[in-house]
């Protein structure tokens, strides 16, 4: 299983900020290895430029989101299938700010992962808890929650990840103790393996929350996670960078 490194950018990065696409880019070059791919999820005004940016390179463009349905009568919506012929290779599904923004449930997740690996995209499915579920001591049961009632009916072998970001720790520099880190993931691990049996084993897990040069070594060391999804460090090719070079 490989290790991936994918950048959110969120609603972040004006064409000047393509140049960092270029960085990564060129970056890349000289440090890719076959054990750790490379992702960055751009605002979708900008997804084309950086497919056309990263011809050729190691380096894939994700989208942040999709819509359910293929096509229809939807204003500002997008579907899986023009993200994927605009060059997309994954999306990101459910990430908790869609949860609280746009008050996105389970069952609504569930039918954009099935749209998107439909589409031929690969779902990011994204799953946390709040400040007050942690303190609560119900983490675990609303995380195993979220990622039972997200995970749609699908093919056996259609592909899909799994990211963990608890919502406290998006954006604020918190971050979970390695061991509440590893504690979580073992359990979506032990949970996906209940549901798809030796399958289970291979489904790609990774952390996001406040993931930053610094402290990536250490969570990526862990046993359950295979990479990690990257906020503010994205914005910047250094720290990206610097990132991905821990993973490799």
């Known amino acids: ?53 990263c011809a050729g390179s190691s380096l894939k463009i994700g989208a942040q989101d999709c819509h359910e349905a293929e096509k229809g009568a939807h204003t500002g919506d997008i579907s899986a299938s023009m993200l994927h012929e605009a060059g997309a290779s994954h ?26 690996f439909t589409a031929g995209l690969i779902p990011i499915i994204c799953i946390g808890e709040s400040l007050k579920d942690r303190q609560a001591g119900k983490a675990n049961t609303v995380v195993l929650s979220q990622l039972a009632a997200s995970l749609p009916q699908m093919a056996p072998d259609a592909p899909f990840i799994i990211a963990y970001e608890p919502i406290w720790a998006i954006g ?35 952390y996001g929350g406040s993931m930053k040069p610094d402290n990536a070594a250490d969570i990526l060391g862990l046993e359950d996670i295979n990479g990690g999804l990257i906020g503010g460090a994205s914005l910047k090719a250094r720290d990206f960078l610097a990132i991905y070079a821990e993973a490799a």
């Not at 999306?91 to 998107?116: C, M, W, Y």
């Open 1 to 53: 299983m490989q290790t991936l490194i994918a950048g959110n950018w969120k609603m972040n990065g004006t064409k000047s900020s393509l140049e960092e696409i270029d960085q990564i880019v060129r970056g890349l070059d000289t440090a890719t290895t076959e054990t750790v791919e490379a992702l960055i999820c751009p605002p979708v005004i900008w997804l084309t430029d950086c497919v056309a940016r």
């Open 91 to 116: 999306v990101i599904i459910g990430h908790s700010e869609r949860r609280q923004d746009h008050f996105e449930t389970d069952p609504l997740i569930a039918r954009k992962a099935k749209a998107a």
């Open 172 to 206: 604020t520099g918190l971050t979970p103790t390695l061991f509440e880190i590893q504690d979580m993931h073992a359990g979506i691990r032990a949970a996906l393996s209940a549901q798809y049996g030796q399958r289970g084993a291979h489904i790609p897990l990774l």
